[in-house]
């Protein structure tokens, strides 16, 4: 079945950096695009950055452009978030997602189990 695993959560200060990884199993991963959401607790979860099939095409939301970089290396099934100049409002769970359509949320489909990004101030 389709595994997603992130790794790469923990506690940073403000303006530190993290970078998150999503290991890819069970699925062809180069047929997918692949996302970031975050969920903060009381809010729903949210799109944050989208790549496409061949990482050449990415989307992000604005509060991140700028700080976030999404990459991927098919060749590994792996999926990163580098994330940098971290603020308090970054503090959420952040989940790994393959779809269909990079900027298209709805589209997509598998899940990963979450990885906690904790932002000290």
């Known amino acids: 079945q389709v595994q997603l695993v992130e790794s790469g959560g923990g506690l940073v200060q403000a303006g530190g950096s993290l970078r998150l990884s999503c290991a890819a199993s069970?699925?062809?991963?180069?047929?997918?695009?692949m996302g970031w959401f975050r969920q903060a607790p009381g809010k729903e979860r949210e799109f944050v950055v989208g790549?496409?099939?061949?990482?050449?095409?990415?989307y992000y939301v604005d509060s991140v452009k700028g700080r976030f970089t999404i990459s991927r290396d098919n060749a590994k099934n792996t999926v990163y978030l580098q994330m940098n100049s971290l603020k308090s409002e970054d503090a959420a769970v952040y989940y790994c997602?393959?779809?269909?359509?990079?900027?298209?949320?709805?589209?997509?489909?598998?899940w990963g189990q979450g990885t906690q990004v904790t932002v000290s101030s």
């Open positions: 790549v496409s099939r061949t990482g050449g095409t990415t």
């Open positions: 997602s393959a779809g269909t359509t990079s900027n298209l949320p709805k589209t997509y489909k598998y």
């Open positions: 069970g699925l062809t991963f180069s047929a997918y695009a």
